[in-house]
């Protein structure tokens, strides 16, 4: 149980465009959702902080108008890279807060790569 | 204040050996200390995680042991296999409510033969 997927695992797009990033919780409700953005063999950056039905909480130095989240559902939230650019290829990892017999426990979802030409 | 900070960056470990990744943490409000471990292309997936009430946690051949003290933690893999060849990464937040991790730097672990 409490499995998480992103969707796509890969995107490759021209600079300029926008992409959607779907994460999913299968199997449980989340109330929470979060987004973390990884270069090449650095740690997780947390890049917002996403609750169901209300705006997200981003951290400083992200650019709210660049990256755009939606968690229109307790099963579903999306971020929107806009206007993408090279220096925004990156690994973008998303995680579900916990279920309620795992209370602290954020689950992880695959990832999805990022290039932008 | 938010920082967690990991050691070594990359360690290389016989296979059979003991593997000991070490973290400190500034936050005393920090309640929720979790390893994750993360291979390639992959999301991180937990490892095992501790609360500061208790000093050790062993599962399997993963074993958490907690300084509330001195403020660290560290993570000791027994019979270390091939297979365990990843990045860790220590993390830390607030336990009650939906609160954020806040990540260690990483660490990269080859088991060699």
């Known amino acids: 149980g409490a499995v998480v997927s992103q969707h796509p695992s890969r995107v490759i797009c021209k600079s300029g465009t926008s992409v959607k990033i779907e994460c999913r919780s299968l199997?449980?409700?989340?109330?929470?959702m979060f987004w973390y953005r990884q270069f090449p063999k650095q740690s997780l950056m947390l890049m917002a902080t996403?609750?169901?039905?209300?705006?997200?909480?981003?951290e400083q130095g992200v650019e709210k108008d660049k990256f755009l989240i939606n968690h229109a559902s307790l099963t579903l939230s999306t971020l929107t890279v806009t206007s993408a650019h090279p220096e925004d290829s990156s690994f973008y990892i998303c995680?579900?807060?916990?279920?309620?017999?795992?209370?602290?426990?954020?689950?992880f979802g695959p990832g999805t790569r990022l290039t932008v030409l | 204040q938010q920082q967690v900070k990991q050691s070594p960056q990359s360690l290389i470990v016989q296979k059979g050996g003991i593997s000991i990744i070490n973290c400190a943490y500034e936050?005393?409000?920090?309640?929720?200390f979790p390893w994750y471990q993360q291979f390639p292309g992959k999301g991180p997936a937990l490892l095992i995680a501790?609360?500061?009430?208790?000093s050790e946690k062993k599962e399997g051949r993963f074993t958490i042991s907690f300084n509330k003290s001195a403020k660290q933690f560290s993570l000791h893999i027994m019979d270390s296999q091939p297979g365990d060849s990843a990045t860790y990464f220590c993390?830390?937040?607030?336990?009650?409510?939906?609160?954020?991790?806040?990540f260690g730097t990483g660490t990269r672990l080859t088991i060699i033969p």
């Open positions: 995680s579900a807060d916990g279920t309620p017999d795992r209370p602290n426990e954020q689950f």
């Open positions: 199997d449980f409700q989340a109330t929470t």
């Open positions: 996403s609750n169901e039905g209300s705006k997200a909480t981003y």
């Open positions: 936050n005393t409000a920090f309640d929720y």
């Open positions: 501790i609360r500061p009430d208790v």
């Open positions: 993390a830390a937040s607030k336990a009650f409510g939906n609160e954020k991790l806040t």
